[in-house]
């Protein structure tokens, strides 16, 4: 999942089985919540675990930064 998933543009709906609603409505539900909580899950909250680990860095950088300018 991590690796299709992140490389793919659609996530990881673009290479499992495509399922339509007229032929099975309970593996339909069952895709769309399966899709859907790898996009809340990887893209979101895992990509903005990184974001706030950059940003801490760049924050610890600049307070480094103001300690040399004052000494």
């Known amino acids: 999942m991590l690796d299709k998933g992140l490389r793919f543009g659609g996530g990881i709906g673009d290479v499992t089985e495509p ?8 593996r339909y539900w069952f895709k769309l919540v399966h899709d859907a909580s790898f996009h809340i899950v990887v893209k979101v909250i895992l990509l903005n675990v990184l974001f706030g680990i ?15 300018v004052n000494d």
């Open 54 to 68: 950059i940003i801490d860095t760049f924050a610890q950088m600049r307070d480094e930064e103001a300690k040399k």
């Open 19 to 26: 399922i339509h609603w007229n032929n099975s409505r309970e």
